[in-house]
């Protein structure tokens, strides 16, 4: 797998892995079990789907901020430390 945006790689294979149940009263609760806390609840399943997409993206920025462990999805791991160059090399 190319890894050259990270990031959307990581959101695509954690919304791969959601989770969508229709509630009693028709609505739709949707779930990433990798992800703890991220779900959301909509009145359509494409509207769940958005909001836990957009759930998931503010969990992972607010996860990378914090330098939450991260869990890691199909080989995709935020939890390494980024290599940095001296300065001088740029």
């Given at each position: 797998m190319e890894t050259e945006c990270i990031l959307s790689d990581y959101?695509?294979?954690?919304?791969?892995?959601?989770?969508?149940?229709?509630?009693?009263d028709g609505t739709f609760a949707g779930r990433i079990p990798p992800c703890k806390g991220v779900l959301a609840f909509g009145t359509t399943l494409r509207e769940c789907e958005r909001?836990?997409?957009?759930?998931?993206?503010?969990?992972?920025?607010?996860g990378l901020?914090?330098?939450?462990?991260?869990?890691?999805?199909?080989?995709?791991?935020?939890?390494?430390?980024?290599?940095?160059?001296p300065l001088g090399a740029m």
């Open positions: 959101l695509e294979q954690a919304m791969e892995v959601a989770v969508y149940d229709k509630l009693d909001l836990l997409r957009s759930t998931l993206e503010d969990w992972l920025l607010l901020r914090l330098g939450h462990t991260l869990p890691v999805l199909s080989g995709i791991n935020l939890n390494k430390e980024p290599a940095r160059e």
